[in-house]
């Protein structure tokens, strides 16, 4: 079956040995997987989903009782108070860009403790590009207090939290394009702990892309205010063909949804575009999505490994937080033979060569292997990777591990041979 897609028997033992070592990592990845998916059926169960709520309301979208209960359910699934959920949101980008001005007024500061945020998320802000409606362009002020070590510089955020009014803290859990490591949640619990003994008020803000599902705990579950994050990841299980959310404090979520839609309306508008079943059924598949993505990611690092790759993030055995790998290729030439093996190895648009672009709200070229059903679909196998030293691929997703380890196979196979 392998030699249908040019694998060579070298590939094919490397695989064979990687699976078996995998074994006792792999049955871990299987028992968080039963965690979260009864903590989705129990969320399910709880709210009472009955067929009726799926149903397409249209126009204004008022008075939609199958919406209003998979926010009720996304909140139980993530430890919140309520939930926006809505195909109205694009991506992770415009979920946060949503958040971050539905909170935020002329005059106020935000702060991010983990470093430099992703590269279009700085473009929201202002730290680059030359939007005039970016929020510092809106009065907002923007500081960061980097990591030292993978790890929050406490000491440093707790100065700034005493010096002068700061109105949200932004983390962001996954590593977006810096060569930091994710964020695991204990860490994310240990700064929260920290800032609220010295400030009750200031907003507690989490970028969860790529994380959720991953770990027994979200961030809303361990005192984050508001988290935020995308369909086409995650928590859409590749079922979700758009859409995003926001959860957490009830007040809060109001105000992101007024930024949504408009005041005064706020959740109460918005037509779902037939988009419910896709909602619910990508929730109830998103903890199987999720395990099948951890594996093959966990797949490739050990196979990159042992092809002599060193620079791999996170090593196979190490904790995970996200659903993200990174390879350090080492060359341009590395990087786009893998991402064109990679895009080899999709179900849709496979006879595709990859070439690297300019890329909108990135500041570099890009190259990016995505075969998915849906574009830009990170919970299916796909890659990405800015053309630049030290020529590092992002690789997440993975929606079965079958697909995801003929695709991994695929792309090595490409750039070795």
Known sequence: MYKKFGISDEIIHLAEECEKELEPIFKKIDEDCLRASSKVLKAFQDNKVSGTDFIEVTGYGFYDGGREKLEKIYSQVLGAEDALVRPQIMSGTHALSLTLFGLLKYGDTMVSISGEPY???????GIIGDSKNS????????????LIDNDFDIPKIIARLKQSPVKLVEIQRSIGYSARKSICIDKIEKVIKAIREVNQDVIIMV????GELV??????????????GSLIKNLGGGIATSGGYVAGRKSLVESVAERLTAPTVGKDMGANFNQLLNFY?????????????????TFASLMLEKAGFTKISPRYNEPRTDIIQTIGLETEENLIKFCKGLQMGMPVESFVDPVPDVTPGYPHKEIMADGSFTPGSTIELSCDGPLVAPYVAY???????EYG?????IAIQNMLH
Not at 119 to 125: A, E, G, H, P
Not at 207 to 210: E, I, L, M, Q, T
Not at 395 to 401: A, F, L, N, P, R
């Open 405 to 409: 380890k003929l695709g991994i196979m």
């Open 207 to 210: 970028d969860n892309c790529y």
């Open 395 to 401: 690789m997440q997703g993975g929606i079965t591990y």
């Open 135 to 146: 929020l510092i362009q809106y009065g907002v002020k923007y500081e960061q207090i980097d």
């Open 119 to 125: 590269d279009t998320l700085r473009s929201v802000i």
């Open 215 to 228: 770990e027994e705990k979200e961030p809303t579950e361990v005192g984050a205010d508001i988290i935020v």
């Open 281 to 297: 059924k990508g929730l109830y598949m998103a903890p199987n999505a999720v395990r099948s993505s951890l594996k093959s990611m």
